[in-house]
């Protein structure tokens, strides 16, 4: 196999690997542990769980796959901190959702090809990134993967 | 700039971007705070950095670096769960071991040869690996980064 796809192969399997085990732990909390927070004064479950969703629904945006289909999300859980009165999806939705958002956004990561996960993503100016090569769709995926593990790390501590 | 170097860089970069994130944090930490839970009846957080600074240190091993520093963290911080009565560095000390571990560690990691983060890491055959070439010393990189993010993301609760 070339380095090539070796490098993407492993990229993504660190990907799966979080998004799996953040999925695994989510399906099994109960309504009441969404709304309990992390720690205390921190933010509820679902916020953080809600805040995932949406950041990983704009991953279509900013590694060009395609629309996202829940931009809906941000108001509650990108734009504004956790407890700040704007309307969240239910529970059952937001587990919902979760699936919705990962298979889609998988089976959309599967064709991206090799060279282009080389290539800038689209927050990212053609003038910017002949300074910084590295700062392309492969760096977009590490990023999200440890944002995620991140958030899941204080997820666990519900348990 | 050759794809091969690239993404080294880059996953380079997500490293280094947890282990500063990580490292400022922990520098403002009092001794007070080094004592505390991150939640309720979880982890301290001297557990979690100790744990992370014995798991960085033991890199140089898994990636073939050299020889590790400093085993003696194992017992307290790896072996066992916090609160097992194992005699733990104090937090001057260990606010030590964080810089001198991740400066050792980063000046060897600088020096890997491409195609050296492509080979076997060292707890696994070769036999193994022809199966699996993906989990090659750039796999073990990214789940530690992804494992500092993770940890990081609950020390992030003390403050």
């Known amino acids: 196999?070339?380095?090539?796809?070796?490098?993407?192969?492993v990229a993504l399997h660190a990907w799966n690997m979080q998004v799996n085990r953040a999925?695994?732990?989510?399906?099994?909390?109960?309504?009441e542990d969404f709304l309990?927070?992390?720690?205390p004064g921190k933010n509820r479950a679902i916020y953080?769980?809600?805040?995932?969703?949406?950041?990983?629904d704009a991953m279509n945006t900013i590694l060009g796959l395609g629309e996202r289909?829940?931009?809906?999300?941000?108001?509650?859980?990108?734009?504004n901190p956790d407890k700040s009165g704007?309307?969240?999806?239910?529970?059952?939705?937001?587990?919902?959702?979760?699936?919705?958002?990962?298979?889609?956004l998988n089976s959309r990561l599967k064709q991206v090809?090799?060279?282009?996960?080389?290539?800038?993503?689209?927050?990212?100016?053609?003038?910017e990134f002949i300074k910084e090569p590295s700062r392309n769709?492969?760096?977009?995926?590490?990023?999200?993967?440890?944002?995620?593990?991140y958030h899941l790390g204080q997820l666990r501590l519900l348990k």
Chains 1, 2 share one sequence.
């Open 1 to 9: 196999m070339e380095q090539q796809q070796i490098f993407i192969q």
């Open 23 to 31: 999925g695994q732990f989510i399906a099994l909390l109960s309504d």
């Open 36 to 39: 309990k927070e992390i720690a």
């Open 48 to 56: 953080v769980i809600g805040h995932l969703v949406a950041i990983h």
């Open 69 to 79: 289909a829940h931009s809906e999300l941000d108001e509650a859980f990108v734009k």
């Open 86 to 104: 704007f309307d969240m999806q239910s529970v059952s939705m937001l587990k919902q959702l979760w699936n919705e958002v990962h298979e889609n």
């Open 113 to 127: 090809k090799p060279d282009d996960w080389f290539s800038r993503h689209a927050s990212m100016s053609d003038e």
């Open 137 to 149: 769709k492969l760096s977009v995926l590490l990023n999200r993967t440890n944002h995620l593990a």
